[in-house]
């Protein structure tokens, strides 16, 4: 069975800090990669996924992702974070065959202070 | 409508007391996913169904929870006999289309505790 780890439970950041999320996934074969954030309060949402093509995917907020297949990682990265982002970050992958379900990490708490 | 809706957004019940959660996907989503995530252990899979139909039961805990799907639109999470353990908050989300690439919507939650 496939499985998701988030190597960080709770990430503490100044503003303007770069941000570095791991996230690494299990499954051998052909994968769809995800990002979802959940701000507090708020209902979870898509930050970015991939699927083919361009490795290094920009999501919304200046936020990317990159696809290392030898490496089974799609970290999550953005060069200066805000206040705003201060939110749960889940991972998730999906095979891209068959009907299997999108498994998600544990999460990742990020802590964004002044 | 506008979003995933789902109901009631807190339940609070006694050990061994059955309960019945709602999901009310985005009109005109085909597939809609049962999630629950509980404290430091991220989102758990437990069914999805495509239309009224659910191919995949696996991740559903025990016997004592079934879900249903009607019409192709509302779908109910009944956990019976609940017990302390069941305590989550249990997510919604639905898709255009089940596809493996699709972006899932998700709703807010229905905190369920079991004292």
């Known amino acids: 069975a496939q499985s998701v780890s988030q190597h960080n439970h709770h990430v503490i950041l100044s503003e303007a800090a770069s941000l570095e999320l791991g996230c690494n996934y299990s499954y051998g074969g052909t994968v769809n990669l995800f990002w979802y954030v959940q701000y507090p309060g708020q209902h979870l949402q898509l930050l970015l996924k991939?699927?083919?093509?361009?490795?290094l995917v920009k999501g919304i907020k200046g936020f990317e992702a990159e696809f290392i297949k030898s490496k089974f990682s799609f970290n999550l990265r953005k060069p200066s974070v805000q206040w705003s982002d201060t939110a749960e970050y889940f991972c998730a992958v999906n095979e891209d065959s068959g009907n299997t379900p999108l498994v998600f990490g544990k999460g990742t708490r990020l802590s964004v202070i002044a | 409508g506008a979003g995933v809706s789902q109901s009631p957004s807190n339940k609070v019940t006694e050990k061994g007391k059955d309960v019945e959660l709602r999901c009310d996907p985005i009109?005109?989503?085909?597939?809609l996913y049962w999630y629950r995530q509980s404290l430091g252990q991220g989102l758990e899979f437990l069914i999805y169904f495509q239309g009224n139909s659910a191919p995949d039961k696996s991740g559903l805990p025990s016997d004592r929870f079934s879900a249903e799907r009607t019409g192709g639109s509302v779908s109910t999470l009944t956990i019976q006999r609940t017990q302390q353990e069941d305590s989550a908050v249990y997510l919604c989300a639905s898709s255009k289309v089940r596809g493996n690439n699709e972006k899932l919507f998700f709703g807010s939650g229905t905190q369920l505790s079991v004292l």
């Open positions: 009109s005109g989503h085909t597939a």
């Open positions: 991939y699927f083919s093509g361009d490795p």
